[in-house]
């Protein structure tokens, strides 16, 4: 594949992510696209409902081991997408160079509060 085609990706997931902080909820909503278990469609989803379904997690943390920031993998193969709350940015990649796009700091701020809670737990 190509960065255009990594690039249109990035830009799909930010463009969804954008639509839903505009309409108030970052993260989402219960729907029969995105159910929850024991939740009723409409309701809205916060951080830790949308970390349910990421691959991955990667934590940078200070020399003291106190929580930094992380990288998110939600997506991988093809293509493969990171959110790096430390850059604010969404990472990928399709076989091709990485293409980053900016994600609203309404998101990136309230997925880095849950993400230094989990790596507190």
Same mark, same amino acid.
């Given at each position: 594949?190509s960065?255009?085609?990594?690039?249109?990706?990035?830009?799909?997931?930010?463009?969804?992510?954008?639509?839903?902080?505009?309409?108030?909820?970052p993260?989402?909503?219960?729907?029969d !696209?995105?159910?929850?278990?024991d939740?009723?469609?409409?309701?809205?989803l !916060?951080?830790?409902?949308?970390?349910?379904?990421?691959? !991955?997690?990667?934590?940078?943390?200070?020399?003291?081991?106190?929580?930094?920031?992380?990288?998110?993998?939600?997506?991988?193969?093809?293509?493969?997408a990171?959110?790096?709350?430390?850059?604010?940015?969404?990472?990928?990649?399709?076989?091709?160079?990485?293409?980053?796009?900016?994600?609203?700091?309404?998101?990136?701020?309230?997925? !880095?509060?849950?993400?230094?809670?989990?790596?507190?737990?």
């Open positions: 594949m960065n255009a085609s990594a690039r249109e990706y990035a830009e799909s997931i930010a463009a969804e992510i954008r639509a839903n902080v505009k309409n108030g909820t993260f989402g909503v219960v729907s !696209d995105n159910p929850v278990a939740r009723e469609n409409g309701e809205e !916060d951080a830790l409902d949308w970390l349910e379904g990421v691959l !991955d997690i990667q934590y940078l943390v200070n020399s003291d081991r106190t929580y930094r920031a992380a990288r998110v993998c939600i997506t991988y193969g093809g293509p493969t990171w959110i790096d709350t430390r850059t604010g940015m969404l990472e990928c990649a399709w076989w091709s160079a990485v293409e980053s796009v900016e994600l609203p700091g309404e998101f990136i701020d309230a997925l !880095d509060d849950a993400l230094s809670d989990l790596y507190g737990l």
